[in-house]
């Protein structure tokens, strides 16, 4: 019944997309569709949801499609200030990242991994997970573009799976 109604009202606003399926759970609400939908076809799923699923519309959120984790490194980050002779932390990064225009549309997945590069550099590696839709979009508008923290260039690119901290082949720790 609710997958009739939705594809009634998604016709009526002339959208090719159609809803197959329908799951109503605890968590959430998931609707299976057939094409990536347009803003217009989420805002009508959304005003049907209020409308006939829920007994209380401020506790539906924004719909969302379906997201996909992505991997980014950030270099060119000095680990160490000697000024200051301190480390960069996480919360340091997470200022960065909340106030550079680059990470605007950014959602963390988890935070911030602060690698040092090795140990004779100054260097240090931050790895990001982040969530975005499955097409990559906002990851793809930040690959391999750059910013400045203080007097140093940072560059973002894109990485495989997070590799944690690394280990060392000689004694293995």
């Known amino acids: 019944m609710h997958v009739t109604n939705i ?30 939908s347009s803003s217009s076809d989420l805002q009508e799923i959304e005003k049907y949801v209020k409308n006939s699923l829920s007994s209380d519309a401020k506790q539906v959120l924004l719909p969302r499609l379906l997201q996909s984790k992505f991997y980014l490194k950030i270099v060119g980050i000095l680990y160490i200030n000697k000024k200051t002779n301190s480390c960069i932390s996480l919360d340091n990064m997470k200022n960065i990242l909340k106030n550079n225009h680059l990470f605007n549309n950014i959602i963390l997945a988890s935070k911030p991994q602060v690698i040092k590069l090795s140990p004779k550099s100054n260097m240090a590696i931050i790895w990001i997970d982040i969530w975005d839709t499955q097409s990559g979009s906002n990851t793809k508008k930040v690959i391999n573009r750059w910013f400045n923290i203080r007097s140093f260039i940072a560059t973002v690119r894109g990485a495989n799976i997070n590799p944690g901290i690394s280990q060392c082949k000689n004694c293995w720790k």
């Open 7 to 36: 594809n009634c009202a998604l016709k009526a606003i002339k959208s090719n997309m159609i809803a197959d399926f329908i799951c109503i759970e605890d968590k959430g609400i998931i609707i299976i569709i057939n094409y990536i």
